[in-house]
């Protein structure tokens, strides 16, 4: 973005933060106003709206701040289609969008007018996003992979279980197991429910049945000795993804370090205390949701303000929001970034 500079991109970005509340509340009565035709649904519509707005508004500050237009241009895309499989047709969107910009605009300077522009007014691309997927097509575990899945799908942790079993006899991998079937089918799971082809309900089924099968599988392998030294696995305030996190305290566990693992939503105050009184040398962040950067990049320097550089754990980031925007680790301060489990052994002493 070459418009405005980085301190104004964070003043630009800290302002829409600022605007918010007000803005919302300006959006969503234009919008009811002219769109009468959602008067029936009463306070759904309202309330769609506003959970809306903030979606879009949060998500547009993140791509800002971080002078990344391209996770913006993704996330309405994937907004797009989310809509799209509701029935809900893409100039619905595009209006919204619009009575974003004008209710931001009287508030804006003329070069953050054209930022904001530029974010919102380009009409999003309404092809699918790529499927995320690290693992190749030929995988040795594809089979399963697909079996996997579709136990998922039909709700049957049973035939999960002995599908995992079976792949990690085959393999002998637990970073294999995980990422090629559970990652994997969980990004499907993400994407099918993105789709509108499965329902809230089946998408926690099939996380439940993944927590489930991996807990069990954990219970084949035997950690190595802790001898690398003592490490914490944790995810942000407001951050709910948990498994990912969850696979990376195993696999550093497995690998001989002493782990913690705090799983998500954490208060960081509890984060420094456990710092404080556990003292590791590694500390992994997790982070899904591209909107949580922000929180990781205040954890950080509360970390770094609070303990003199000699004491501070090396800081390793990752998660679907760092896969996104896999440069940004160096601006907030982390030391790492692993872009999934096999990468993460490749930064290890
Ligand atoms: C399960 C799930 C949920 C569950 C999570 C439950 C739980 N106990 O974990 C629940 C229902 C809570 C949930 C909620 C939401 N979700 Co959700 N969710 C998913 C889903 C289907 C799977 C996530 C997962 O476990 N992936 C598998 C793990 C293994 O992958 P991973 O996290 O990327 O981890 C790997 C690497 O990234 C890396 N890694 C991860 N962490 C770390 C940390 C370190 C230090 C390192 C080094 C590496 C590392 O290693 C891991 C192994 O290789 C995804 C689909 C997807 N594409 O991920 C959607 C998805 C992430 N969710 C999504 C959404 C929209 C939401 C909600 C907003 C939905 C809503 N309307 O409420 C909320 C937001 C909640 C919040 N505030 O965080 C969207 C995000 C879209 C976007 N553009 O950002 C996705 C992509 C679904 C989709 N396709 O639309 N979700």
Redesign the pocket.
Known sequence: MKDIQTHDRHRLAEKIRFLERDVIEVITTTFLQQHPETKELGEVAKNHCITDARYHLTFLRTAIEFGNKDTFR??LR?TTK?LQTRNIPQHVLQRFLEHISHALEPHLTEPEKTVVRSHLLETPESEPPEP?T?ARSTTPLALHQEVFLQALLAGDRHAARTIALEAFSNTRSLSDV??EL??ES??K???L??ANHISVAQ??VA?AIT?YVMANLYTCVTPAQPSQGKGI?TGVE????????H??ADMLEMQGWDIRFLG?NVPHQSILQLIKDFRPTLV???A???L?VPTVRDLIKDIRNHFPPAATPRI?????AF?ALPDVYRNIGADA?????RS?TALLP
């Open positions: 993704q996330y994937w989310v995320q690290s995980y990422v559970f990652q969980l990004y799971i993400g994407s429910w993105e998408e926690h996380t927590q696995v407001g951050e709910l993804h948990q498994i990912g996190p696979m990376v998500v992994g962040i997790s899904t949701m591209v949580k390793l980031v990752g998660g679907s896969r970034f692993a872009y999934d489990l993460l």
